[in-house]
């Protein structure tokens, strides 16, 4: 069944390709997030176990709306592991870092988020795209916010 939603096939793509980085990058941070929850140690124990728990939690319903959002676009989301490691521009992790590394590298994990939530953005705001403007306005919201309680820890 064909699709009418006032957006062209060619803008549903475009919108779609940049909001699989964004679901890439989410689910990317999502993995390193709750792994940083399971072996944090130190000082910062509680606080980091607790702060990566919320936050964890918060990553894992954001995939799935921006997903849900691609699927509203008629555009099949990416789902494993495979796709998500060519999308993703967050490097893994696959040792485990003192408290300082795991939240800087979290720091890096938001910060990129908001870059392609911001181009993702740009993209629906040309299209006329309000929803998909929404979605990206919500995790450009969050991301900053969590970069930045992040970033404070170090300072």
């Given at each position: 069944?064909?699709?009418?939603?006032?957006?062209?096939?060619?803008?549903?793509?475009?919108?779609?390709?940049?909001?699989?980085?964004?679901?890439?990058?989410?689910?990317?941070?999502y993995?390193?997030?709750?792994?940083?929850?399971w072996?944090v140690?130190?000082?910062m124990?509680n606080?980091l176990?607790?702060?990566f728990e919320?936050?964890?939690?918060?990553?894992w319903?954001?995939?799935?709306?921006i997903a849900?959002?691609?699927?509203a676009?008629?555009?099949?989301?990416?789902?494993?592991?495979?796709?998500?490691?060519?999308l993703?521009t967050?490097?893994e992790?696959?040792?485990?870092?003192?408290?300082?590394?795991?939240v800087?590298?979290?720091v890096?994990?938001?910060e990129?988020c908001v870059?392609?939530?911001r181009?993702?953005f740009?993209?629906?705001?040309?299209?006329d795209d309000q929803?998909?403007?929404?979605?990206?306005?919500?995790r450009l919201q969050?991301?900053e916010k969590t970069?930045?309680?992040?970033?404070?820890?170090?300072?």
């Amino acid at each position: 069944m064909a699709i009418e939603i006032g957006l062209s096939k060619k803008e549903r793509e475009t919108i779609a390709k940049s909001l699989s980085v964004l679901l890439a990058d989410t689910y990317s941070l999502y993995l390193k997030t709750h792994g940083f929850h399971w072996n944090v140690t130190g000082p910062m124990f509680n606080t980091l176990h607790l702060m990566f728990e919320t936050q964890y939690n918060e990553l894992w319903l954001a995939a799935d709306l921006i997903a849900e959002r691609m699927r509203a676009l008629d555009v099949y989301a990416p789902g494993s592991y495979s796709q998500f490691g060519k999308l993703s521009t967050i490097k893994e992790e696959t040792g485990v870092p003192d408290w300082k590394a795991m939240v800087q590298q979290l720091v890096d994990g938001h910060e990129s988020c908001v870059r392609i939530g911001r181009a993702t953005f740009k993209l629906a705001d040309k299209a006329d795209d309000q929803p998909t403007a929404d979605l990206a306005t919500q995790r450009l919201q969050y991301h900053e916010k969590t970069a930045w309680m992040l970033r404070s820890l170090l300072r």
